[in-house]
């Protein structure tokens, strides 16, 4: 079996992670909707269902009844297996969330349009781009218990010898076993030149002293929201010059990129403060010839090493409200309550001959999640050392 993991559009609107759920809102005269929750109910010890159903509860332990899961959710419950056939009667207009049961969606093949599903599917999306207090505090937690994961990765980490990425992967895992769910997506432990990899998530190498570790990972909780952070760590405890003046670009960076995250701001300026400033290190360092920045940055020269995007939503999703309309996301405004990360960095491959030799191999990200405030924003994640200074500090201490 795979793990499985609900639909995130389900769990906002219901709080429920059941396996084989279905939500159904049914308008009502008065106005608004009914919602029922479609679920299974306990396995029937007395027709033998108990002992043949080998996804019931004799193999995956015991469910809550309809009647609990009824007190649970503060909706009407029935049989989910009654679903399709009531669905088969439905008359139009109605909209479904397709893609998620293949029986499901061929039950309400005649009474959908393919326009309306998507519309339908858009503004679920949407609705969860400002969190409310709830959310805001799951997601609080889950940068603490990130925080402490990554300590247990400090903590861990040989000074004398290499450490596998594997065992950096599993001692982060422990600790979101432990203060959540699961992680929020697959944990990149890059060591060495697997940093300049964005999604190195193989973990199979080392972290040896004098290489950095990019540690990028996050604590899903049991709300299922997730934290998305990011350091880069000396794995000896000490910067070289080199690597220290590598980070305090994209650290500059990071700061440009969060000075600019308030409300009333375009969702993309945090985006080009932070790529902006990547540039001008990037020219300084003559790694252009003789263009200057203004020049750089209008080409998209820069994007050679910096590779990606500077953030994005997050909440139920890592990357949240995917799905959004542009107008809204993207080319949008930021509001009070949304969340995103800033994570800007530079990748200097191995084998990238434009470069210095120093910079070979190097590759550095710095990853927060803000949460846009009335008045400007707030780092979630401030728990965890973003200077270089105060990195090398925290690990002696830690160690």
């Known amino acids: 079996d795979y793990p499985f993991r609900p639909c995130s559009d389900y769990v906002y609107l219901t709080g429920d992670q059941s396996q084989e759920a279905a939500l159904v809102l049914e308008p009502v005269a008065e106005g608004g909707h009914r919602a029922v929750a479609y679920l299974l109910p306990r396995s029937n010890r007395e027709n033998g269902e108990f002992w043949n159903d080998y996804h019931g509860e004799l193999w995956d332990g015991r469910r809550n009844s309809l009647t609990e899961n009824e007190q649970l959710l503060g909706l009407p419950c029935a049989d989910v297996r009654t679903l399709t056939g009531k669905l088969a009667e439905a008359t139009g207009p109605v909209r479904l969330l397709r893609g998620h049961d293949a029986t499901v969606d061929h039950a309400l093949h005649t009474a959908v349009t393919v326009q309306a599903d998507e519309e339908f599917r858009v503004f679920l999306s949407e609705m969860r781009l400002v969190k ?16 402490r994961g990554f300590e247990d990765v400090v903590r861990i980490l040989g000074t004398d010898q290499p450490t596998l990425e594997r065992a950096i992967e599993g001692t982060f895992f422990l600790r979101a076993r432990i203060e959540g769910n699961d992680v929020g997506y697959t944990s990149v432990c890059a060591a060495g030149p697997h940093a300049t990899t964005l999604h190195w998530i193989r973990n199979d190498g080392q972290a040896r002293p004098g290489d950095l570790l990019l540690l990028d ?3 899903e909780t049991n709300n299922l929201y997730t934290a998305d952070i990011t350091r880069t760590l000396p794995v000896s405890g000490r910067f070289t010059p080199i690597q220290r003046k590598v980070y305090n670009a994209v650290l500059a960076a990071q700061d440009a990129g969060i000075a600019a995250v308030k409300p009333g701001a375009a969702f993309r300026d945090f985006h080009h403060a932070a790529q902006r400033t990547l ?20 080409l998209g020269l820069h994007r050679r090493f910096t590779l990606a995007g500077t953030g994005h939503m997050i909440g139920l999703d890592v990357h949240d409200c995917a799905l959004a309309r542009t107008d809204l996301y993207v080319d949008g405004t930021l509001e009070p309550g949304m969340v995103l990360t800033v994570e800007p960095g530079l990748y ?33 994640s401030t728990t965890l050392p973003r200077t270089p200074d105060q990195v090398e500090t925290w690990m002696a201490t830690l160690r």
């Open 132 to 147: 409310d207090d709830f959310e805001i505090a799951d997601l609080r937690f889950a940068c603490e218990a990130t925080a």
């Open 217 to 219: 990972a996050g604590v």
């Open 279 to 298: 540039a001008e290190h990037l020219v300084s360092w003559g790694l252009f010839g003789d263009r200057d920045a203004d020049e750089v940055y209008h």
């Open 348 to 380: 200097f491959q191995s084998d990238d001959l434009t470069v210095p030799e120093e910079y070979r191999g190097i590759g550095i990200r710095i990853e927060d999640d803000i949460l846009v405030t009335d008045n400007g924003n707030e780092n979630l």
